[in-house]
């Protein structure tokens, strides 16, 4: 699995990115959002039941994100079609403010290493990218157990001060100062 320090591997995507059929589908690569940071997360598979609970969750933190001058992009194994049919069955997802990117042919979650070798899905991983593309932060849970958005947005403020930040660190609070 590919992990922190290395460079997050080259993409071309086809992302959906509203519920109308003539507008949904973008393409996207890694180099879509120049300068930014990107927060990248996986679920393994559309029409679940933890999966919508935690893109929604993204959905909400989006301008959060936004504020920090990160760009969110959800990834699953299925193809744009079906994105598209999801986001315009579940409610929660009819209006989300990231794009859902397609890995049909698993070539992303291949390169990152997080196929699932039983279930052949995509693993529940995020990753934090910096603006040079280089991973700076990984979180992997079990296909079964739902992860924190919240968790993830520290993360960044935490990495984005680019100083020693404390267990449970939250922004605004002091960083540590190395003696």
């Known amino acids: 699995m590919s992990g922190i320090g290395q460079r997050f591997p080259g993409f071309a995507l086809t992302g959906v990115v509203s519920s109308d ?10 180099e879509s959002f120049p300068g930014k940071w990107q927060v ?22 989006e301008r ?27 409610a929660e997802l009819k209006e989300l403010p990231f794009p859902m990117l397609s890995d049909i042919r698993r070539e992303l979650s291949a390169a990152l290493g997080i196929l699932d070798p039983g ?22 849970t079990d296909l079964s157990v739902g992860r924190s958005p919240e968790e993830v ?6 990495l984005q001060t ?12 002091d960083t540590l100062k190395a003696a």
Do not use: M
Not at 21 to 30: I, K, L
Not at 162 to 173: A, I
């Open 40 to 61: 990248v997360f996986f679920w393994p598979k559309d029409f679940t039941f933890v999966c919508p609970t935690e893109i929604a969750a993204f959905g909400r933190l």
């Open 162 to 173: 680019d100083e020693l930040c404390p267990c449970n660190w939250q922004k605004g609070e």
């Open 153 to 158: 947005l520290r993360v960044l403020d935490a």
């Open 64 to 90: 959060e994100f936004r504020a920090r001058d990160a760009q969110l992009l959800g990834v699953s194994i299925d193809s744009e079609y079906v994105h598209l049919a999801w986001r315009r069955e579940k």
């Open 119 to 140: 279930a052949g899905v995509a693993q529940r991983a995020t990753y934090i990218v910096d603006p040079q593309g280089v991973i700076r932060f990984v979180y992997v």
């Open 21 to 30: 059929a003539g507008t949904a589908f973008q393409s996207f690569t890694h």
